[in-house]
Structures are given as structure tokens and as C-alpha cells.
């Protein structure tokens, strides 16, 4: 997995820099200037939709159906050309940067702005673009927010979490080195590990057997890595799992989701349980070199089934990837 560095050279800009451009300011200083009451009664994607004029529509409103809508990399763009220090007002930024927090627990928040921020790398032509597929007319008009190690997608109708839309989402990060050590020291997103490593324990001896696997974890071309399998599903079948193996399996994928909007990963849940998806996943972990430390603690596992992937590579750092149908 080697980084995408675009071909052009770009000089280092400074934290401050970075922070102004990318608008990571605190709070809003000033109500924009387009806001109404009317506006107020918005969700903050709807807020800002109507902010953006007509050239601006043109460039990042894409058609609902639009093949992108189930695209997802470690590292992409919605919209190439349109980022957020170039191509929209500073209160449009601030207005980005309120949603991309509302997508996020409270307790989450400062950490996953920290994150895009770390992953521009210093440089200002990483900074993230956003995009929107549809329109207010469409049911499931999504608002979509893309950059280096991150993929969010919210319904642009609410502020309510309604889950991820049936789209994959990727988060990741390298908090101090592209190949981070074993406890992935200031990730954000190692306690998904820690947690995963918890449940495994929970297994007996034959489970842990199955659950381990000698095969490789998936790939990471876009094309394959949320690619929803049928068959040649790896691990061990969460069909044989006990109901109180089941209930722990439950319970330890809403933790591992705790980063996001509470609304979000009620949904998701509601979804997973609802559907009975459980019984159809497969759940895989991978040792060898893609356990760092060779301690046990699983840096790469993979919750897959034809309804859904998880996919968690924590060597050499961190791309979560996660892909729910419904």
C-alpha cells in the first residue's frame, strides 16, 4: 500500500496555514450572511446547498444515480478541481467544517478534524472537496465530504443520522509514521483493534483457530476491497457462533463504531439486527507479518458477508473501510 503522491511539486505551507485554509476555526465568528430564519429550520447540508450559487451547483451537484455514489478509496477526490480553500467563501467553509463534526460523536470530534488536518501532510493541495449527488427533489440527496484518508456521506434532507446510505465510508490515519508500530501510538482509530482483539479472546480455541486465516486479507483496489462476496468468505461463520456470541459480536461492532454520529450507528445497528445480517457474515483475522508485534493484538480483520464489509488493515497504518447495503 504505497501513498498516492500527486506528481506536482507543492511547497510546505505552515500549521497556521493549513488551519486557516482548511477553516478550522472553533466556532463561527459571525452568523453568514445568508443565513435566515428560514435557513435555521435547515439541516446544515441543506444550509449549504442553498449557499452555493449557480457555477458552484454546476461543478459539485452531481446526478443522483451517479456511478461515484459507491465509490470509495483511501484517497480521492469528489470533485478534483473544487477544494474547500479554493472554490468556496470562508463562511461555506465553516459551514463544511460544522457538518463534517456533526457526522462524529461529541467525544470524537476534535480528534477527527485532528485527523484530516494531519493528512494533508502539510500541504495545502491536499486539503478535502465535497460534492452532493441529487437534489432537495431526491429522497436520498447525500452529501458527500472526500480527501486523504477520509469518505463521509450523510443524507442532505437531515441532521439525523440515518446511516451511511447504503455507501461505503473509509476513515484512516498515520499518526506519527507511515508504518506505525504495533500500538499505532496517537491513532485515532486503533481502539477498533483493541476492541476486535477483545471479542476474539472471548472465543474457545477452535473458534480462535477458525477465525484466524492463512490467506491474504483483501486487496485495496476500489474495485475489490468493498466487493460484497457470496461465497469464498474467509474465517469463521458467525452462523456457528452462539446467541451470546452473537449478542458480544453485536455489541462490540457498535463500540468499534463509537467515533461516529450516535444516530448513525443506531441505524446501522438497527439495520444489521433487523435484516438478521449476522448470520450471513464471516469474521477473519491475519497473522504473519499483518500482525505487528506479533502480540496477538489483530492490526488486520475483516466482518464480511454478501450484506456487508468491514475491512480494518492496520499494517502499515490504518484504512478502515465499511460498506453496509442496506
Not at 54 to 64: D, F, G, T
Not at 93 to 108: A, K, M, T, W
Not at 232 to 249: E, H
Request: hydrophobic share 35%; aromatic share 12%; glycine share 6%.
Amino acid at each position: 500500500m504505497k501513498p498516492i503522491f500527486p506528481a506536482a511539486p507543492t511547497k510546505l505551507i505552515s500549521r497556521r496555514e493549513i488551519i486557516r485554509a482548511f477553516s478550522a476555526t472553533a466556532a463561527l465568528a459571525a452568523m453568514p450572511a445568508w443565513r435566515t430564519a428560514a435557513a435555521d429550520k435547515d439541516s446544515l447540508p441543506m444550509q449549504f446547498y442553498k449557499s452555493l450559487t449557480e457555477e458552484q451547483r454546476a461543478k459539485i451537484v452531481l446526478p443522483v444515480d451517479h456511478p461515484k455514489r459507491q465509490f470509495v478509496s483511501n484517497w480521492w477526490y469528489i470533485c478534483p478541481e473544487q477544494r474547500l480553500h479554493t472554490f468556496y467563501t470562508k463562511d461555506q467553509q465553516d459551514l463544511v467544517r460544522q457538518i463534517f463534526g456533526s457526522l462524529h460523536h461529541p467525544e470524537h470530534r476534535e480528534k477527527m478534524h485532528w485527523q484530516v488536518e494531519k493528512d494533508l501532510m502539510g500541504q495545502i493541495k491536499n486539503t478535502p472537496s465535497v460534492g452532493f449527488f441529487g437534489t432537495p427533489q431526491d429522497k436520498n440527496f447525500e452529501f458527500i465530504y472526500t480527501g486523504h484518508h477520509v469518505t463521509r456521506r450523510c443524507n442532505a434532507h437531515t441532521d439525523q443520522g440515518l446511516g451511511f446510505g447504503g455507501a461505503p465510508i473509509f476513515y484512516g490515519n498515520f499518526a506519527k509514521a507511515f508504518h506505525e508500530t504495533k500500538d499505532h501510538e496517537g491513532n485515532p482509530f486503533w481502539y477498533q483493534g483493541l476492541l476486535f482483539t477483545e471479542f476474539y479472546k472471548t472465543l474457545d480455541g477452535k473458534q480462535q483457530e477458525q477465525i484466524l486465516v492463512g490467506r491474504e486479507p483483501r486487496g485495496e483496489k476500489p474495485s475489490e476491497v468493498i466487493l460484497r462476496r457470496k461465497t469464498d468468505l474467509p474465517g469463521l461463520s458467525c452462523a456457528s457462533l452462539s446467541k451470546d456470541q452473537q449478542a458480544k459480536l453485536l455489541d462490540t461492532m457498535r463500540r468499534m463504531l463509537a467515533c461516529f454520529r450516535p444516530d448513525d450507528v443506531a441505524a446501522t445497528m438497527k439495520t444489521i439486527e433487523d435484516k438478521q445480517v449476522i448470520d450471513r457474515l464471516f469474521v477473519s483475522c491475519y497473522g504473519g507479518d499483518y500482525d505487528i508485534g506479533h502480540d496477538k493484538v489483530w492490526d488486520v480483520w475483516q466482518i464480511e458477508g454478501p450484506d456487508m464489509v468491514w475491512y480494518f488493515r492496520g499494517m502499515p497504518h490504518i484504512h478502515g473501510y465499511f460498506h453496509l447495503a442496506a
